[in-house]
């Protein structure tokens, strides 16, 4: 008793009607995973049907494996960034976060993203005034109305320190360099923060983030499938 099922009255059993909904899921998820394999990029965003499922699976995937530092909608937490401001350092489309994930940021792998920002006052590059100079032309680009006559001044010579120190990795305009890592400082998209203490202490002691790479820990399917899930999120929030 409990462990036989009653056949029904067409001669089937609940025990066969479940295995053969298993087999039925599991083909067609073997179905679609092929194709987010093996398609390209461009076919799948511009498959709605496919697109629905990367937004569900794909879900599921990064509630497990980036939320923990990317918040569970992918608005980022203190320090990590936030994936859905379509703001990037390597790029947003999907073959450039799959690079990225497949990689990290800053890892041991041979073709890891490597980005590091210099502790120019902590290391002694910069002066400690000449860095607060800087952070307060850093400060003026997304702060136009910081313009008191002690801030002018700061900002003026902070400015010349950008263009010898800074702009080699920023850009001359300060809009970030890809090829690099290299964050726009013009937008007001920070990870670590854009009041002026903040930006202080970024000059002052540098920073290196860093994201593991997933090429062993997820299958290429599922790396694929988190690529199109973060590069969508970027895509679909206002």
């Known amino acids: 008793m409990g462990t036989t099922y009653t056949k029904g009255l067409l001669g089937f059993d609940q ?3 479940v295995e053969e909904q298993i087999v039925d899921g599991q083909r067609e998820r073997a179905a679609w995973t ?3 394999e093996n398609e390209s990029y461009d076919a799948i965003l511009a498959d709605e049907g496919l697109m629905r499922i990367v937004r569900s699976t794909g879900r599921q995937l990064f509630g497990d494996n980036c ?3 990317h918040g569970s909608d992918g608005r980022g937490r203190a320090n ?3 994936l859905t401001d379509d703001d990037w350092l390597w790029g947003g489309g999907p073959e450039l976060i799959e690079q990225t994930m497949r990689v990290g940021i800053n890892t041991q792998h041979p073709d890891s993203r490597i980005a590091q920002m210099p502790s120019f006052g902590r ?3 910069l002066e400690r005034e000449q ?3 800087v952070a307060a032309y850093v400060y003026s680009l997304t702060n136009p109305d910081y313009s008191t006559p002690e801030a002018l ?3 003026t010579a902070g400015k010349e320190v950008f263009a010898t120190t800074c702009a080699a990795c920023h850009g001359e ?3 970030g360099n890809r090829d690099v890592g290299a964050p726009n400082l013009t937008d007001a998209y920070w990870v670590y923060g854009g009041d002026m203490q903040t930006i202080i202490a970024s000059v002052h002691g540098g920073r290196q983030g860093h994201m593991p790479t997933w090429d062993e820990r997820l299958t290429g399917a599922e790396i694929r499938m988190l690529s199109l899930y973060v590069h969508d999120l970027g895509t679909r929030q206002p």
Do not use: F, L, T
């Open 34 to 36: 092929a194709r987010i």
């Open 173 to 175: 305009d300060a809009k």
């Open 15 to 17: 025990k066969q009607i």
């Open 153 to 155: 001044e700061r900002i």
């Open 67 to 69: 939320a923990a530092c």
């Open 131 to 133: 860095v607060r100079s």
């Open 123 to 125: 290391d002694e590059m």
């Open 80 to 82: 990590y960034p936030d």
